[in-house]
Nanobody, 122 residues
Framework: VQLVDSGGGSVQAGGSLRLSCAAS????????MGWFRQSPGKEREFVAA???????SYGDSVKGRFTISRVSANNTVYLQMDSLKPEDTAVYLC?????????????????WGQGAQVTVRS
């Protein structure tokens, strides 16, 4: 599948942004989708994921502030980011894995989006 990230931008600390990830192309079976983030000098970090059944998983650094959701009818996943902090600044990459076991999401990823820049100003 092809993934298109959108919705990045620049916001003051404490503000909110929403990212979208739309999937298109050959779509067969069940997919788990989610986001990772990458900032200069740091390893890629897991942010959140949601499976076909609606189960969710979050990275420790975003729990309680970020919410992932999906609209299966249009194959789109959303990441609502609230109470943003300067350390949330990164390129956010959408990803998809062709399975429903959220605990195996990372190792089963076969598609990536182009990334969306999120900048949080202090």
């Amino acid at each position: 599948v092809q993934l298109v990230d959108s919705g990045g931008g620049s916001v003051q600390a404490g503000g909110s942004l929403r990212l979208s990830c739309a999937a298109s192309g050959p779509w067969s079976g069940i997919y788990t989708m989610g986001w990772f983030r990458q900032s200069p000098g740091k390893e890629r970090e897991f942010v959140a994921a949601i499976n076909w059944s609606g189960g969710t998983s979050y990275g420790d650094s975003v729990k309680g502030r970020f919410t992932i959701s999906r609209v299966s009818a249009n194959n789109t996943v959303y990441l609502q980011m609230d109470s943003l902090k300067p350390e949330d600044t990164a390129v956010y990459l959408c990803a998809a894995a062709p399975q429903d076991n959220i605990s195996h999401f990372t190792e089963e990823i076969n598609s990536w989006g182009q990334g969306a820049q999120v900048t949080v100003r202090s």
